[in-house]
């Protein structure tokens, strides 16, 4: 049977899918021996705004249930692994410009809502262009030696006109642009959870008539209840040679319970047998990164119990 991985996931949010997650490593893997952390204030005027941010989405950070640093705070004067320090610079420049309208100089006397003759004219708008600069690093405090560095920068550019307003406002790009940047750091400093939907294959091509009809049944089933799609493709495959679409689904159930050895088999043995999913690629891949991050989960572990 299946694990609590398929069990939480009985109905997928779509049809013929199964739901498959689990954690990828930090983007960094430059970091994983640093445990406590603190987040100095960026410099500039946003600078506050996105190191107090970023501080609350470190702390945020779980893994097994269990918080990924400890996060301290700076002026506390605690010593720490680790402490990130950067920079925020807003710019907004704003010109003049123009646009091209047409109006209308003649109208038929006839009907008010027809024009004979249209004119095209200048139209005085103004253009903004906003930019947000972020630096960052992270220094290891043991050693002195600078872990990760990354600029990021967004651009907005902004044309208003009497007729028509700007989308946004720079107040807006900022504080979405610091979201986003802030969650650039975070991936990249710490391991995150993912889940994904992916669709079974439903080819019943080579496989005797019974087993072909219990195939289509368990996709079916996958709409209400995945582990039980998946005991009923592992009962075909004892009864039944497996052809490329049965092995696939199974490799897609066995990495979805996190037994990636009997996943890592399974599609192999669809690829042996012909198949050409790119779904089989994108699954040792998942797997690959999960197990980086559960090495480097167990890694940490391993350091705090010296400590």
Request: glycine letters at 8%; charged letters at 30%; hydrophobic letters at 35%.
């Amino acid at each position: 049977m299946l694990g609590a991985a398929l069990v939480c996931a009985a109905v997928p949010a779509a049809a013929e899918t199964l739901t498959v997650s689990g954690s990828y490593p930090a983007g960094n893997g430059n970091i994983n021996d640093l445990i406590s952390i603190a987040v100095d204030r960026f410099e500039g005027e946003d600078g506050s705004a996105l190191s107090q941010a970023l501080e609350g989405e470190l702390t945020g950070v779980r893994f097994g249930g269990q918080p990924y640093f400890r996060v301290v705070a700076p002026e506390s004067g605690v010593p720490t692994d680790a402490l990130v320090t950067g920079s925020v610079r807003t710019a907004v420049d704003e010109t003049g410009t123009t646009e091209k309208r047409k109006r209308c100089i003649e109208q038929d006397p006839a009907d008010k809502n027809k024009c004979l003759k249209e004119e095209e004219y200048d139209l005085r708008c103004r253009r903004r262009v906003a930019t947000v600069s972020t630096n960052v690093r992270l220094v290891a405090m043991g050693d002195g030696s600078i872990r990760y560095t990354r600029p990021l920068t967004a651009r907005d550019e902004q044309t208003w006109c009497p007729d028509r307003k700007a989308n946004r406002t720079v107040e807006s790009f900022v504080d979405q642009t610091i979201d986003a940047q802030v969650r650039t750091i975070r991936y990249d400093l710490a391991p995150s959870g993912f889940s994904d939907n992916v669709r079974v294959d439903e080819n019943r091509k080579g496989l005797p008539k019974a087993a072909a009809d219990a195939f289509k049944n368990a996709i079916r089933q996958t709409k209400s209840d995945q582990a039980g799609a998946c005991d009923s493709w592992a009962a075909i495959a004892r009864d039944a040679e497996p052809t490329a679409a049965l092995a696939f689904n199974l490799g897609l159930c066995a990495e979805a319970r996190r037994d990636f050895v009997a996943a890592i088999d399974w599609y192999g043995q669809a690829q042996r047998l012909g198949s050409k999913n790119r779904d089989i690629g994108e699954g040792l891949t998942r797997i690959d990164r999960h197990r980086r991050a559960l090495a480097d989960w167990d890694a940490r572990q391993q350091l705090l119990a010296g400590r």
